[in-house]
């Protein structure tokens, strides 16, 4: 079955301590992206990566690193969390040329 | 990318038709109208997108506008699970440019 997986689907952790959410795709797309949503605010874009190695920033990156070593991997990670990055996150990939896009079942982070 | 005006709510009866508009009067040529939706904090799922022709698949018919400056997503027999946020997007393929999603319409399917 075609999807975007990612882990954890819950987390609750205390500010300062470095965190990664996994995010996988079995279609073998090249775009990949990182997103959060928050009340109001709609779905904002964090990371996205076009391909194995060329990751760029989106509308807000800051606190945030990602990597693409593997094609079907896209992490996100949080060095040094905060409580304004309490948030739900959702990784998707995007399929070539038709760009329908796959989202991940989210991942609901609390830093207190 | 254009900008994108829907309604913030709509309600639908429950078997009717579900038609969901989508105003993008600054759509430019080679700009695909796409239509998602998101239920309740589940990752929103893909649901149909067109350039200027009418689409119809197993889920949703896109009707768009000859001048293509709006757009209707159909669903012809609602159900309650589709109660959810309908997004509406306009953009180029193909390109580094993000997929923006706005604030969508809150469809609510009524028994």
């Known amino acids: 079955e075609a999807q975007v997986t990612q882990n954890p689907r819950y987390l609750i952790t205390v500010t300062g301590k470095k965190l990664t959410v996994t995010c996988s795709q079995n279609?073998?797309?090249?775009?990949m992206s990182w997103y959060r949503q928050d009340p109001g605010l709609g779905l904002r874009q964090i990371y996205y990566?076009?391909?194995?190695?060329?990751?760029d920033k989106g509308d807000v990156p800051e606190g945030y690193k990602v990597s693409r070593k593997e094609k079907r991997n896209f992490p996100l990670i949080l060095e040094s969390p905060s409580p304004n990055q309490t948030s739900l996150y959702f990784c998707?990939?995007?399929?070539?040329?038709?760009?329908?896009?796959?989202f991940g079942p989210g991942t609901r982070l609390l830093v207190l | 990318d254009a900008k994108t005006t829907q309604p913030t709510s709509m309600d639908c009866a429950e078997g009717r038709a579900a038609n969901l508009p989508c105003n993008h009067s600054?759509?430019?040529?080679?700009?695909?109208v796409y239509w998602y939706r998101q239920i309740h904090s589940q990752g929103p799922q893909y649901i149909i997108h067109?350039?200027?022709n009418n689409e119809t698949n197993e889920m949703a018919s896109l009707i768009i506008t000859e001048d293509r400056k709006s757009s209707t997503l159909i669903l012809p027999h609602a159900t309650l699970r589709d109660t959810a946020v309908y997004y509406c997007?306009?953009?180029?393929?193909?390109?580094?440019?993000?997929?923006?999603f706005g604030a969508g319409t809150r469809l609510t399917v009524k028994p």
């Open positions: 998707a990939s995007r399929t070539r040329p038709q760009e329908t896009q796959y």
């Open positions: 279609m073998n797309h090249e775009y």
């Open positions: 990566s076009m391909n194995v190695e060329v990751t």
């Open positions: 600054t759509i430019s040529g080679n700009e695909y």
């Open positions: 067109g350039l200027k």
């Open positions: 997007i306009v953009r180029v393929p193909f390109g580094n440019n993000d997929m923006r």
